[in-house]
Nanobody, 125 residues
Framework: QVQLVESGGGLVQAGGSLRLSCAASGGTFSTYAMGWFRQAPGKEREYVAGISWSGGSVTYYPASVKGRFTISRDNAKNALYLQMNNLKPEDTAVYYC?????????????????WGQGTQVTVSS
């Protein structure tokens, strides 16, 4: 059983930056593919970044965040990060980290086995 705890959310002005962290415990972190998802009020949860297991040599971003968001992992610290730059009001959402056991990387929510509680990111215009 893996426990995930996000932190680093907050209120930021448009054009600003935030760095989200996700602390993992209870499993072998390096064996999980990891992802960040977000859910805005009234909208479905969407994938914003993914990183492969082990060394995290493969990453994936949807077009909406590509070039602005960077996912990374530190297996020695059992930590996942999301650096978010040039934030826009439409990035406002609750951000979740998730861990997947069965795939090396995936944008599919159904592939993820463990989820954190989320951290709120609010971008003001």
């Amino acid at each position: 059983q893996v426990q995930l705890v996000e932190s680093g959310g907050g209120l930021v002005q448009a054009g600003g930056s935030l760095r989200l962290s996700c602390a993992a415990s209870g499993g072998t972190f390096s064996t999980y593919a990891m992802g960040w998802f977000r859910q805005a009020p009234g909208k479905e949860r969407e994938y914003v970044a993914g990183i492969s297991w082990s060394g995290g040599s493969v990453t994936y971003y949807p077009a909406s965040v590509k070039g602005r968001f960077t996912i990374s992992r530190d297996n020695a610290k059992n930590a996942l990060y999301l650096q978010m730059n040039n934030l826009k009001p439409e990035d406002t959402a609750v951000y979740y980290c998730a861990a997947a056991r069965r795939v090396s990387i995936s944008p599919q929510q159904s592939q993820y086995d463990y989820w954190g509680q989320g951290t709120q990111v609010t971008v003001s215009s």
